[in-house]
């Protein structure tokens, strides 16, 4: 039929509506999109990001774990948790900034060999409206408004090429 060339979770190298930016708190929020287990937060200019739920240490959900905050979680100076504007995986405390790059292993301590190499895969995302997109491709992010429908009274902006650099990014 007319779908057989469309892939069964869609295309990935455009923005996709992900979240409600004002249903992003205090705790991380976890949701599926194109078949990809995201986890959102809050990242440490206050801005929505985006990695996978899946921390690279052993697997463990980062949607279970939480959003450090200033005053959050047990007495300051206990479990290194004071930090405010990144997500710490429950398991063993591996500490993510909203770029995906890990930036504490609170079960190692500061000589860590592994924190450095650690890194979640990270997801840009921008927000328009009230509206956090995600971009699911592999490739950089093409501007946000070529992906947008023009609002209300706005002039019709020019189609982007069918032709992509479909380079993968590292």
């Known amino acids: 039929g007319r779908f057989d060339l469309v892939p069964r979770l869609g295309y990935r190298e455009y923005w996709h509506p992900g979240i409600l930016d004002r249903d992003v708190g205090r705790k991380p929020v976890s949701l599926k999109i194109l078949g990809d287990d995201l986890v959102f937060f809050r990242d440490e200019h206050g801005n929505v990001a985006a990695l996978s739920d899946y921390c690279p240490h052993r697997g463990a959900r980062l949607s279970g774990g939480w959003r450090r905050t200033a005053g959050g979680g047990p007495a300051a100076g206990k479990h290194n948790n004071e930090f405010k504007g990144f997500i710490t995986c429950p398991y063993h405390g591996f ?23 650690l890194k979640a895969p990270h997801y840009p995302t921008q927000t328009h409206r009230g509206i956090v997109w995600v971009w699911m491709g592999s490739t950089e992010p093409v501007p946000l408004e070529e992906d947008l429908p023009p609002g209300p009274g706005a002039r019709r902006a020019q189609p982007r090429s069918l032709l992509r650099d479909t380079r993968v990014r590292s």
């Open 95 to 117: 500490t993510f900034n909203g770029e995906g790059q890990c930036v504490a292993a609170l079960t190692d301590g500061p000589e860590s060999r592994l924190q450095p190499a």
